[in-house]
């Protein structure tokens, strides 16, 4: 039986610790979307920036995809993107445990996916942990607000600006604060 990589140990949950013999290829792979990054970021041309995008996620962005540089990756191959998804100013995408962005998803400047993160435990901070991040159609997150690791955005749901999301939402809401909670029906 083939044993799984690092990044397909990481895409279904499973905790790497720093000692993990293959942790150093988080940083090497890291290193090498930080590249296309660089290019990417340095373009104003829509269609190369999709391109960029392409050879990131290893997958084809469609051409109604709108993203404003500049847009931070760590890695790349676990963002699934889908139609007419636009993507504003400065958005950060930590994707080892997978985000997938699904048809309409609107993202204003500054929202950031973290589909991982730390245990409190000093002992076991170094360790990587990590939970896929899922918005569903028509979802709008507003500035600087914060998805955190394992949260599913219902359809048509809106997280309020500045908002830190650490628990799924349901569909047709909008959600607002720290933690974020609804704050009403749509």
Same mark, same amino acid.
């Given at each position: 039986m083939e044993s799984k990589t690092v990044f397909q140990r990481l895409v279904h949950g499973e905790a790497i610790s720093p000692n %993990? &013999? %293959? #942790? &150093? $290829?988080l940083r090497e792979a890291s290193y090498k979307t930080k590249e296309l990054l660089l290019q990417m970021n340095n373009t104003s041309d829509p269609a190369e920036i999709r391109k960029f995008l392409s050879r990131i996620?290893?997958?084809e962005i469609d051409e109604s995809v709108t993203v404003f540089t500049p847009l931070y990756i760590n890695y790349g191959k676990n963002i699934k993107i889908g139609k007419n998804v636009f993507i504003n100013f400065d958005c950060t995408f930590l994707d080892l445990g997978g985000i997938i962005l699904e048809d309409n998803v609107m993202l204003a400047p500054k929202v950031c996916l973290l589909s991982e993160a730390h245990p409190i435990s000093p002992k076991e901070r170094l360790t990587l942990t990590s939970g896929k991040i899922h918005l569903k159609k028509n979802v709008w997150i507003g500035a600087n607000a914060t998805i955190l690791q394992g949260v599913t955005i219902g359809e048509n749901? +809106? +997280? #309020? #600006?500045g908002s830190v +999301?650490?628990?799924d939402v349901p569909n047709n *809401? *909008? *959600?607002g604060g720290i &933690?974020? $909670?609804v704050i009403k029906e749509i």
């Open positions: %993990d &013999p %293959d #942790a &150093p $290829k996620t290893s997958s749901s +809106v +997280v #309020a #600006a +999301v650490s628990k *809401v *909008v *959600v &933690p974020a $909670k």
